[in-house]
């Protein structure tokens, strides 16, 4: 019997198996996930300290250093989507009082900004103009007057589409004894990121973009002189430390403010001692596995080829509509174009069109430029051809609805042209 009073809980009549549309998703990401992946997603599960589980953690590690490129020992996953990666990296190298210099260019720099913030670092920021780049020299300048313990950049920002020259900073950050962190969550896989050669410290990044997988892993990799950094605030948890193994936990003051995203737990998690922290999602790792197998059985460098051929090609084809790209496209990410919204042109009927009509979806983005340019992919698993000509075929249409004038047949016929070479 219920006291009088008490909420009746409502009845739920469980609504039919889940089943969703069939969607070409040419955004910014996610993309569709390639069915490799799903298939690899569907596998059984085992127990967090099965050896075929742990062996798979290893292969996985291993796998996460080709595509990073690098030899680093600390690359794994952290569990959560790219945000997570972000956080992870940020916490664990930001004690509160660090100075931290944010190369801020889009959203994704001032996403950076506010996570530094919440680790009650001291943040400085050297800024471009959304559309622009941040010029190595005024890195260099902006790092000798805030001395920063981290330099932290985001390699291709998606909301302005542009791609940070990165090879430079390492060079420059190791002079001044700098850490530099990279977001590459939009950009690896599908442009070069060499780690070790451009001297990054820590980088992390998502499946859901040039990857080809779903959101919800974050892959990272950690240089030796970075996880010496992370590793000094070690604190193991009371209920697992051991007295031969753990000594003293790390002071209040260094200790990481986050322990889901505690890189140094993480780090032995994921090593020889396989300390307990979280139960590794399985079913993301298996993903995660996946992605990097499929990209490193084709090569790195034959993706990013593919990634910056089929870029090359959408970018041609909104050019052959009359449309005309936003930003300066000799720093444009490969793997995503932006193109401002005609004058007159209602930006979300077309957006609307192409995903109920046509079944396609394409982005606009954030701030200032929401609702003022479409972004368009081609990335991932969508980084193909058919995908580039239907997505023009389908665009033209959409844009001749919409009253915007278009150039009869321009956006097939110039992609077309690329691929002729
Ligand atoms: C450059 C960049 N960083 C971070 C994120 C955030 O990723 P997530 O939504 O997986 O947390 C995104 C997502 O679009 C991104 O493009």
Redesign the pocket.
Known sequence: MTTPGTPVPPQINPPPQINPPPRLLMG???IDADPRVLRAMAAPLVGQYDPAMTAYMTETMALYRGVFDTANEQTFLVD???????EAALVSLLEPGDRVLVLSF???GH?LTEIAERCRAEVHTVAAPWGEVVAPEAVEAAVRRVRPKVVAT??????TTMCQPLADLGEICRRHDALLYC?????LGGNPLPTDAWGLDVVTA?L??CLGGP??S?PITISPRAAEVIAARRHVEAGLRDPDHDGDPAPPAARIASNYLDLAQIMEYWGPRRLNHHTEATSMLWAARECARVLLEEGLDVAIERHRLHGEAMLAGVQGLGLRPYGDLTHKMTNVVAVHIPDGVAGDDVRAAMLHEYGIEIGTSFGPLHGRVWRIGTMGYNARRDTVLTTLACLEQALRTAGAPVVAGGGVGAAREVYAG
Not at 183 to 187: C, H, L, V, Y
């Open positions: 910014p990401g996610p959560g989507t790219s945000r997570a990666g972000i889009g959203r994704f996403l985001v390699q291709g920002d998606t909301s977001d590459a969550t939009a950009s998502g859901q973009k959101s919800g974050a």
